[in-house]
């Protein structure tokens, strides 16, 4: 019997301006060990352990069934064990890391026959957008577009100074709600505020220039008309400014909150919590660093 491990880390997607585009892999993990056997069942531990799908109805077992057949081969059964540390419906990368695990460790199981960037494209098709799947996939801050039916990634290097507080809310939100409040059209004033933040926060987070954060994770495309959903969200981010954040942003969909800082993270991540806590909404705050490795798979025999 052929059995693999794959670790992948969770991510945070569009950092404020950067919709569907900008992802940070950070420093929380789901491991998935896949092997060849009779028959299909998966087991679940850790997050989600009580509700994701244990059969081939499981993201895994659906991704990893997918690159049998871009290799001409019949998935005949499949035995998954997945441990996670990253709770789904949060906007943390939970499905990405799903998606990735099947593929990587099929892939693996089929001795590398596909390359990266194939895997990348097939999974970008089942989830849709690629800014958490790029960054799970190759670690650290990432750009990602589709171009004509490929993905391009440009892979970046982050100042290593800094710290990412994340507020995990006790609360699920699923990510086709989350996109079916966005307007369809933007005005080009909105386009340009946004355009223009993207670009000087890629800078601020490559070259070091904390003093551009708060400015450049400012966004005009999706979180004001996400703050329906998570009413609260407007008195985090209060909260992340007074503790000393660089930055904030809604992670992804939501419900999740990533912030950037120096020192204070910590005290920023208290901070989070207690905004929203009063709010009626438990939760929990996190201080992670960017995992810049991004995935990786091991043969175990």
């Known amino acids: 019997m052929k059995r693999v491990r794959v670790t992948v880390p969770a991510s945070s997607a569009n950092l404020g301006p950067g ?3 900008l ?10 060990e896949l092997e060849e056997v009779e028959g299909f069942s998966v087991d679940v531990a850790g997050e989600g352990a009580l509700t994701l799908p244990r ?3 499981n993201v895994v077992v659906r991704g990893a069934a997918a690159v049998y057949a871009a290799l001409g081969r019949q998935l005949t059964g499949l035995r998954v ?3 996670n540390a990253i709770p789904p419906g949060r906007g943390l990368g939970s499905s990405a890391t799903a998606w990735l695990g099947g593929m990587l460790g099929a892939n693996a199981l089929c001795k590398g026959a596909l390359p990266l960037e194939a895997i990348l494209e097939m999974a970008v098709r089942e989830e849709g957008h690629p800014d958490n799947l790029a960054a799970a996939l190759y670690g650290g801050l990432t750009i990602a577009c589709l171009d004509d039916g490929h993905v391009r990634v440009l892979k970046l290097p982050l100042a290593s100074n800094l710290r990412f507080p994340v507020l995990i809310p006790d609360l699920e939100a699923k990510t086709v709600t989350a996109r079916a409040v966005l307007p369809s059209h933007l005005s ?3 386009g340009v505020f946004n355009l223009a933040r993207a670009c000087i926060l890629v800078g601020a987070l490559t070259l070091g220039r904390p003093d551009l954060l708060r400015s450049a994770m400012a966004d005009r495309w999706h979180q004001p008309y996400r703050l329906a959903l998570f009413p609260w969200l407007a008195a985090v981010f209060q909260a992340a400014q007074e503790a ?3 930055g904030w942003a809604l992670s992804g969909a939501g419900p999740s909150v990533l912030a950037i800082t120096g020192e204070d993270a910590e005290k920023v991540g208290a901070a989070m919590l207690g905004a929203l806590e009063r709010s009626g909404i438990t939760g929990r705050a996190r201080v992670l660093g960017a995992a810049e490795l991004g ?3 091991e043969i175990l025999s």
Request: aromatic share 8%; hydrophobic share 40%.
């Open 23 to 32: 992802g940070l892999a950070l420093t929380l993990e789901n491991v998935f």
């Open 19 to 21: 919709f569907d585009v």
């Open 81 to 83: 064990r997945q441990t």
């Open 55 to 57: 059969g081939k109805e």
């Open 188 to 190: 080009r004033e909105d």
């Open 244 to 246: 000393g954040a660089l």
């Open 295 to 297: 995935s990786r798979v």
